[in-house]
């Protein structure tokens, strides 16, 4: 029998720092700004947005996810402040009970431990509220700082697939971790 997810409302998260929060449509500018950066978005997603329309439609996207139970996807936020900075989240697949990770912050939040917090957060969530068994994320190959921070926070490596991204002009390959729930057998 898989996964049951039923959340009416979306769960807000509170850190030490953090509030991880619903994105909304009036969070499209500060999202463009990250998602449009080449930069940061090296080994997010191959082409940076070049339209604010595009953030927009990504929040509406992200929205709708939620609303039918598939995914969530929580805008980060500096407590005291209300710009994001970046995003993280997770989709889920219910009959294998797991869920796939992933993440993005601004460059000019990097090294702070922001995602480290966040990451903390949403796994937490993830284990004790909807009950996942493992959860997994994917890093290119080159992106050693993410492939660091899931070892940070207790995930493993399982494997490696071979070219199976396209950056700066190359294939590389894609790294898979995976954390499995420390309470797996109560569920």
Not at 116 to 145: D, K, S, W
């Amino acid at each position: 029998m898989g996964l049951h997810i039923q959340l009416d409302t979306f769960p807000v998260l509170d850190t030490e720092r953090l509030i991880l929060r619903q994105l909304a449509a009036t969070d499209a500018q500060d999202a463009f700004l990250f998602l449009s950066d080449e930069e940061n978005m090296r080994y997010y997603d191959p082409a940076p947005m070049t339209r604010l329309e595009q953030a927009e439609k990504s929040i509406e996207r992200h929205r709708r996810r939620f609303a039918e139970q598939e995914a969530l996807r929580w805008g980060i936020v500096l407590k005291g402040e209300n710009k994001i900075i970046g995003t993280c989240g997770y989709s889920w697949d219910t009959d294998n009970h797991y869920a796939v990770l992933s993440y993005i912050l601004s460059k000019h939040s990097w090294k702070k431990g922001i995602m480290t917090e966040a990451l903390t957060a949403i796994i937490q969530f993830g284990f004790e509220h909807i009950h996942l068994h493992r959860i997994e994320a994917q890093v290119a190959y080159p992106n050693l700082a993410s492939a660091r921070l899931l070892e940070k926070l207790g995930f493993q490596e399982e494997g490696r697939l071979r070219d199976r991204q396209y950056v700066d002009h190359q294939f590389v390959d894609e790294r898979i971790f995976a954390l499995l729930n420390p309470k797996a057998g109560d569920n």
